[in-house]
């Protein structure tokens, strides 16, 4: 069952709450906003996930319900945004409550570009981007770069790893994001030798009491179309279901 929740519905799934366990399938919340993307393959993609069940949001509405709250209703947050909007102290203080809180969490391709004027959601995520050379906690990093129509190689780090099971090295094309800054405590998954796509492409990471799974790739329905791609989004979301707490 596939769900998309428009405006007037916050209010009451803020009060009710949304219930959808839906026979055993892995509850995931997809939130989107401040990007344009193919939202019709994006969907379709989703769509042939029978096992999950979807909720699609979109920000600015979708910050209402960015506590901790949300992992009653749902077992996976999948963020697929690029928010560059001020947050207000609250909204920081409810979605860093919310990082932290055992929900599983899926940060996707331009979500690792998202929230660039706030420093601590590097510590959320496990990664962020600089528009331009930046100074960051006391070091100076080049800007980021973002070249779409490439073919990435990616290496799989462990074929063992949940995410990356029975998985062997594959080509992708997809858009490359260059010099990302990626917290050295990360879990990789997936590396690339490809000049102009950060070595660390895919990675676990531990916020709080969540699993946070973050994936550079995505940008398109060629992406989405990719069986390897597929398996990362299906094997991650499993996986991070399954670390819930």
């Keep these: 069952m596939k769900k998309f929740l428009p405006a007037f519905l916050f209010f009451l799934v803020l009060c009710f709450g949304l219930n ?61 945004d690029m928010w560059q909007k001020p947050l207000t102290d609250e909204q920081k203080a409810n979605f860093k409550a ?31 981007i600089f528009y331009g050379e930046t100074t960051f906690r006391g070091v100076k990093y080049p800007g980021s770069t973002f070249k779409a129509g490439k073919d990435l190689p990616m290496h799989v780090v462990d074929s063992a790893h949940p995410v990356t099971k029975e998985m062997t090295d594959f080509v992708i094309h997809d858009e490359a994001y260059g010099n990302l800054l990626v917290h050295p405590e990360v879990e990789p998954l997936l590396t690339s030798t490809h000049p102009e796509q950060t070595r660390v492409t895919a990675w676990v990471w531990h916020c709080g009491k969540s699993t946070v799974l973050g994936n550079l790739l995505g940008h398109d329905r060629i992406s989405y179309e990719n069986e390897n791609f597929r398996k990362l989004i299906r094997n991650g979301i499993q996986f991070l279901a399954d670390e819930k707490k």
Aim: proline residues 3%; glycine residues 6%.
């Design 98 to 128: 919310l990082y932290q809180s055992g929900i599983g969490i899926y940060a996707l391709h331009h979500d690792l570009c998202a929230h660039v004027n706030w420093d601590e959601y590097y510590d959320l995520a496990g990664a962020r």
């Design 20 to 80: 959808t366990i839906a026979f055993g399938k892995i509850r995931v919340f997809i939130v989107s906003g401040g990007h344009p993307f193919d939202k019709t393959a994006f969907r379709e993609m989703f769509d042939s996930f029978e096992e999950f069940d979807c909720t699609f949001a979109e920000f600015p509405e979708a910050w209402d319900l960015m506590t901790p709250a949300l992992k009653n209703d749902f077992d996976v947050l999948l963020l697929y």
